[in-house]
């Protein structure tokens, strides 16, 4: 998140990964806020292509689909950040 940039130390050099399940626009917007202040204190930056693309920005996808059924079971952990994101996205309930 933007509020925990303050905690990175950009006076070093650093490596970006991300969780699997970001958002590739996330993820670019982040990473090129964090390289212009490394850029900065002239520190290299290696951001590593680590998001799933079977997974991120797939929101009209998991519409679509679940208008198919009148039922979708889920199994997932209540705290999955996928299973948040498609919750929110097809305003599933939670059981």
């Given at each position: 998140s933007r509020e925990d940039l303050k905690k990175i130390n950009f006076r070093k050099s650093?490596?970006?990964f991300s969780q699997?399940?970001?958002s590739i626009k996330s993820y670019s917007d982040i990473?090129?806020?964090i390289k212009n202040k490394l850029d900065l204190y002239k520190k290299k930056i290696k951001i590593?292509?680590?998001i799933c693309g079977q997974v991120s920005n797939r929101d009209k996808q998991i519409k679509e689909f679940a208008k198919k059924y009148d039922i979708i079971i889920f199994v997932s952990g209540k705290k999955s950040w996928l299973m948040q994101k498609i919750v929110k996205g097809i305003k599933l309930k939670i059981f």
């Open positions: 650093t490596s970006i699997t399940t970001k990473s090129k806020e590593n292509n680590t």
